[in-house]
């Protein structure tokens, strides 16, 4: 079976793409290639690596890249995690399906090392919530021969209790 890619975006690919990006391997990467990627990389932030670690995930081998490091690759779904003031979300050429979902940037939050975390945390579960969605809304392999509860014949979650495969 060949893998659908999906690469994850923000400006410096240190926190909401990173984590993004571990959170739908974690949750997805048995059936699709997952990356992530900013405009302008910077090192992967200490607290996204921890935040990651506090629900048993680990993006510390997570290095920070370049959009430049995939032109000219094509990616199933191409997903935006950013947001500020001005919209100055980076732009991927190559994606077969586009979203976008703006997310604060805990990195930039000023407070104690403790509210910090907490941001972080709260980014976390905000992105771990939307991901899950994103796939079973938009995502979702189609199988004929697998049904949702009866209700949305034709598609099938490999990895949801809910789903029934005849």
């Known amino acids: ?5 999906v690469l994850f975006m923000c400006i410096h690919n240190a ?3 990173q984590m993004a990006e571990g959170l739908f391997r974690d949750l997805y990467g048995d059936i699709f290639d997952v990356y992530s990627a900013g405009s302008e990389p910077q090192a992967v932030d200490p607290l ?5 670690e506090d629900i048993g995930i680990d993006i510390s081998h997570h290095r920070s890249k370049s959009l430049k490091e995939f032109e000219g690759q094509e990616f199933d779904y191409v997903v935006t995690v950013c947001g500020n003031p ?3 979300c980076p732009f991927f050429v190559g994606g077969k ?3 976008k979902q703006p997310f604060e940037d805990p990195s930039v939050f000023e407070g104690t090392e403790e509210e910090k975390f907490e941001l972080f945390l709260k980014i976390r579960d905000e992105l771990r919530e939307w991901l899950e969605d994103l796939y ?3 995502m979702i392999p189609n199988d004929e021969s697998c049904n949702f509860s009866g209700e949305l014949e034709g598609c099938c979650g490999p990895r949801d209790k809910e789903f029934s495969c005849r």
């Open 48 to 52: 996204a690596i921890k935040c990651m």
């Open 97 to 99: 399906k586009y979203f």
């Open 15 to 17: 926190a909401r793409s």
């Open 1 to 5: 079976m060949v893998k659908e890619r």
């Open 86 to 88: 001005y919209n100055a």
């Open 136 to 138: 079973y809304s938009y």
